[in-house]
């Protein structure tokens, strides 16, 4: 009887050691991207190669809880894999119809500490990067634990140039990107991109960041990059109760830019549809009463400069329907503007005007013209005020046939005040689970989203469809205020960094490029045809026509690119790219045969040809663009363009002559 269990012993312990040396494999479905995951030393690690080529070298993998030592790995074990090939379709968006096409794999990784003894972590393998994340399903249920550290790592093969700011700085994500080799990068938001000597391009973030930190990069001076979880007052990451899944990681791979724009793994990651039919959401373009406050024309408090005074929004009306424009959006009508309010920002009222701004007959004076106002909900970071008032507010809202709420919280990073008096980042658990709540919510009366200074974008307009835009980059505003303004680079950087999350409110279209400023870094620092350019390049459902009415209509014949662009697309396409140089791209019209153009240069003048593949077979278009003039610059003569008009079919090339700080922007129109 002693020697049986020695010997059944003997086979368990031989059945461990098995099962930690396994390794196991997925390849992409067209075998491009493969990815192995193994146990050794008391780590689970994962690496990636493309082609067969090592691209990302063996990583570590898991979490570290409060009150327990990091957890060694023992074993890999119960290997299942599936293979997914299906479309769907947006009810909005960049692209109509999506492929999902992936491998799945998902391995349980035995640890020596209770909360890590069993953890699923799931693969997912796609021919353009790979997405996983982790599955505690060992926790019982209901069972608190903190998250104190993600170990995740992401080592990429080789030199690499890197494009990212500083992370948890009091501005958020406003900042200007820097382009070093990435052994320099220290603390890092993502996405964040990487162009390697060896002609592959990674990009790093996150898909369906729910109830969880946002997820930060922390370089070591080697190249390696670690998450790093945005942390809560008392210094954890996340609380949570068992069981529970984290966000997925995502990784990008592709030979060009245009290869990681052109991804959709962050959309794929995400659980479909929740909402059913969002019909009542219409993607357009809108004006506003915002530009002119600042410009510091008008006031967002009460007093005769007031600009949110029932007259002027009238007027804002009055041209929207004139020249087609869904929506008027008006900043700073409630009542808590006055003073330093971001410093007060639990006195605004989400529900009570200004004396000199009559919501109800304004909202039917906007209907009788087939114009809608578009909400403003501005907290000043305020969350447990404007938490008491959501539901009000969003009733409102809905009353008064309101269907899209942009809300912003202007504060210092780190200087959100919660319910029990803790300082919280802007992207913590705590505002990803406020941002939630107000999607919630807002989905409930049937209205949608556009968050400024919001948590990134990681893809869940896929399950929340009203959740329609974001800002989250530094955006047109900066070109008013000359601190300094936006360099011409920034604009041929976003579509590889922080568009690769999702739509921004970006507020295109300004002709009036020096608004009364001298100096070139106070100015806008673009031509006039780039402003154009941006509603092609710049993706969003809903798109500002951000300028004065008054400078639209000095130039009429500019102002018609931006009346005909729609803003949402059958597909769309990277035609070519450089970060930090220059980028072309081409969307087709929603449910029509129109495709648009929009090629958008840094600071040195350029000449590309592009070839017109994309249009259809057969057909022939009237390619309607709108250019650089001969003598544009961005720096000495901004506002000149040529409009033009020719014949053209998929065989031709266009020469695409590309002014300092310049653009193009074309519209081809199907000849019938």
């Not at 991207?33 to 691209?55: K, N």
């Not at 119809?97 to 500490?113: F, K, M, P, W």
């Not at 550290?149 to 820097?178: C, H, I, K, M, S």
């Not at 950087?493 to 400023?517: E, K, S, V």
């Given at each position: 009887?002693?020697?049986?269990?020695?010997?059944?012993?003997?086979?368990?312990?031989?059945?461990?050691?098995?099962?930690?040396?396994?390794?196991?494999?997925?390849?992409?479905?067209?075998?491009?991207?493969?990815?192995?995951?193994?146990?050794?030393?008391?780590?689970?690690?994962?690496?990636?190669?493309?082609?067969?080529?090592?691209?990302?070298?063996?990583?570590?993998?898991?979490?570290?809880?409060?009150?327990?030592?990091?957890?060694?790995?023992?074993?890999?074990?119960?290997?299942?894999?599936?293979?997914?090939?299906?479309?769907?379709?947006?009810?909005?968006?960049?692209?109509?119809?999506?492929?999902?096409?992936?491998?799945?794999?998902?391995?349980?990784?035995?640890?020596?500490?209770?909360?890590?003894?069993?953890?699923?972590?799931?693969?997912?393998?796609?021919?353009?990067?790979?997405?996983?994340?982790?599955?505690?399903?060992?926790?019982?249920?209901?069972?608190?634990?903190?998250?104190?550290?993600?170990?995740?790592?992401?080592?990429?093969?080789?030199?690499?140039?890197?494009?990212?700011?500083?992370?948890?700085?009091?501005?958020?994500?406003?900042?200007?990107?820097?382009?070093?080799?990435?052994?320099?990068?220290?603390?890092?938001?993502?996405?964040?991109?990487?162009?390697?000597?060896?002609?592959?391009?990674?990009?790093?973030?996150?898909?369906?960041?729910?109830?969880?930190?946002?997820?930060?990069?922390?370089?070591?001076?080697?190249?390696?990059?670690?998450?790093?979880?945005?942390?809560?007052?008392?210094?954890?990451?996340?609380?949570?109760?068992?069981?529970?899944?984290?966000?997925?990681?995502?990784?990008?791979?592709?030979?060009?830019?245009?290869?990681?724009?052109?991804?959709?793994?962050?959309?794929?990651?995400n659980a479909p549809n929740k909402l059913g039919d969002v019909s009542w959401f219409k993607p357009g373009k809108y004006i506003g009463i915002w530009w002119e406050m600042h410009l510091n024309h008008a006031t967002w408090g009460s007093g005769w400069r007031h600009g949110a005074n029932t007259a002027n929004v009238k007027r804002h009306i009055d041209f929207a329907a004139k020249h087609g424009f869904g929506g008027v959006l008006v900043e700073g009508w409630n009542q808590g503007w006055d003073?330093?309010?971001?410093?007060?920002?639990?006195?605004?009222?989400?529900?009570?005007?200004?004396?000199?701004?009559?919501?109800?007959?304004?909202?039917?004076?906007?209907?009788?013209?087939?114009?809608?106002?578009?909400?403003?909900?501005?907290?000043?970071?305020?969350?447990?005020?404007?938490?008491?008032?959501?539901?009000?507010?969003?009733?409102?809202?809905?009353?008064?046939?309101?269907?899209?709420?942009?809300?912003?919280?202007?504060?210092?990073?780190?200087?959100?005040?919660?319910?029990?008096?803790?300082?919280?980042?802007?992207?913590?658990?705590?505002?990803?689970?406020?941002?939630?709540?107000?999607?919630?919510?807002?989905?409930?009366?049937?209205?949608?989203?556009?968050?400024?200074?919001?948590?990134?974008?990681?893809?869940?307009?896929?399950?929340?469809?009203?959740?329609?835009?974001?800002?989250?980059?530094?955006?047109?505003?900066?070109?008013?205020?000359?601190?300094?303004?936006?360099?011409?680079?920034?604009?041929?950087?976003?579509?590889?960094?922080?568009?690769?999350?999702?739509?921004?409110?970006?507020?295109?279209?300004?002709?009036?490029?020096?608004?009364?400023?001298?100096?070139?870094?106070?100015?806008?620092?673009?031509?006039?045809?780039?402003?154009?350019?941006?509603?092609?390049?710049?993706?969003?459902?809903?798109?500002?026509?951000?300028?004065?009415?008054?400078?639209?209509?000095?130039?009429?014949?500019?102002?018609?690119?931006?009346?005909?662009?729609?803003?949402?697309?059958?597909?769309?396409?990277?035609?070519?790219?450089?970060?930090?140089?220059?980028?072309?791209?081409?969307?087709?019209?929603?449910?029509?045969?129109?495709?648009?153009?929009?090629?958008?240069?840094?600071?040195?003048?350029?000449?590309?040809?592009?070839?017109?593949?994309?249009?259809?077979?057969?057909?022939?278009?009237?390619?309607?663009?709108?250019?650089?003039?001969?003598?544009?610059?961005?720096?000495?003569?901004?506002?000149?363009?040529?409009?033009?008009?020719?014949?053209?079919?998929?065989?031709?090339?266009?020469?695409?002559?590309?002014?300092?700080?310049?653009?193009?922007?074309?519209?081809?129109?199907?000849?019938?």
């Open positions: 009887m002693r020697l049986r269990r020695a010997a059944v012993s003997l086979a368990v312990l031989a059945h461990g050691i098995a099962a930690a040396e396994a390794r196991e494999c997925a390849q992409s479905p067209g075998k491009v991207i493969e990815l192995c995951v193994d146990v050794h030393d008391g780590r689970a690690v994962y690496e990636v190669s493309r082609h067969g080529v090592p691209v990302l070298a063996p990583g570590e993998l898991g979490l570290s809880f409060q009150g327990e030592q990091v957890a060694r790995f023992t074993a890999l074990a119960n290997p299942r894999r599936a293979s997914v090939d299906a479309s769907w379709e947006q009810p909005w968006g960049e692209q109509r119809v999506i492929r999902d096409r992936h491998n799945e794999l998902v391995v349980t990784l035995a640890g020596d500490t209770p909360l890590n003894r069993a953890v699923d972590i799931t693969f997912r393998v796609f021919d353009d990067g790979i997405g996983l994340r982790y599955g505690y399903g060992g926790i019982p249920a209901g069972q608190p634990v903190k998250v104190i550290a993600d170990r995740t790592q992401f080592r990429p093969v080789g030199r690499n140039q890197a494009w990212w700011y500083q992370a948890l700085g009091q501005e958020r994500d406003e900042y200007l990107y820097t382009q070093t080799d990435a052994r320099r990068v220290t603390l890092a938001e993502t996405p964040l991109t990487l162009k390697g000597d060896n002609g592959v391009y990674l990009s790093f973030h996150e898909a369906a960041l729910i109830d969880f930190p946002s997820m930060l990069l922390a370089g070591n001076g080697t190249g390696t990059l670690t998450a790093s979880l945005m942390p809560a007052p008392d210094g954890s990451a996340a609380e949570k109760t068992g069981p529970f899944t984290t966000p997925w990681r995502t990784v990008l791979i592709g030979d060009s830019p245009a290869a990681l724009a052109d991804s959709r793994i962050e959309l794929n990651l003073g330093e309010w971001i410093a007060n920002g639990e006195k605004f009222s989400f529900t009570r005007a200004y004396p000199d701004f009559d919501a109800s007959a304004l909202a039917t004076y906007a209907r009788g013209k087939g114009v809608r106002l578009i909400g403003h909900n501005e907290t000043a970071g305020a969350v447990e005020n404007y938490e008491a008032q959501l539901e009000d507010a969003m009733a409102m809202y809905a009353k008064l046939g309101v269907d899209v709420v942009k809300t912003g919280y202007v504060r210092h990073s780190g200087e959100i005040v919660d319910a029990a008096g803790g300082k919280q980042w802007f992207a913590g658990q705590y505002m990803v689970r406020h941002h939630q709540r107000v999607a919630e919510i807002a989905a409930k009366h049937r209205i949608a989203i556009d968050a400024h200074e919001p948590v990134k974008d990681t893809g869940l307009r896929r399950t929340w469809p009203n959740l329609i835009s974001r800002e989250g980059a530094r955006g047109q505003e900066f070109n008013a205020w000359g601190v300094p303004t936006n360099p011409p680079e920034h604009l041929t950087i976003l579509p590889f960094t922080r568009m690769l999350a999702g739509p921004m409110d970006f507020t295109p279209g300004i002709f009036d490029l020096a608004h009364g400023q001298t100096e070139l870094t106070r100015r806008v620092q673009s031509t006039l045809a780039t402003q154009l350019a941006e509603y092609v390049v710049l993706y969003s459902p809903v798109q500002m026509a951000a300028d004065l009415p008054e400078n639209y209509e000095a130039r009429p014949d500019a102002f018609q690119f931006i009346k005909d662009v729609p803003t949402d697309w059958e597909q769309s396409r990277t035609l070519q790219a450089e970060i930090g140089d220059y980028v072309v791209v081409a969307r087709q019209e929603r449910g029509g045969e129109d495709w648009y153009l929009g090629a958008i240069n840094d600071e040195n003048a350029r000449a590309l040809r592009q070839p017109l593949t994309f249009l259809s077979p057969g057909a022939r278009y009237e390619a309607q663009i709108y250019a650089d003039g001969a003598q544009a610059d961005y720096r000495t003569n901004p506002q000149a363009y040529r409009i033009e008009k020719r014949i053209v079919t998929r065989a031709d090339v266009l020469d695409l002559s590309l002014a300092a700080g310049g653009g193009t922007a074309i519209r081809f129109r199907q000849l019938r």
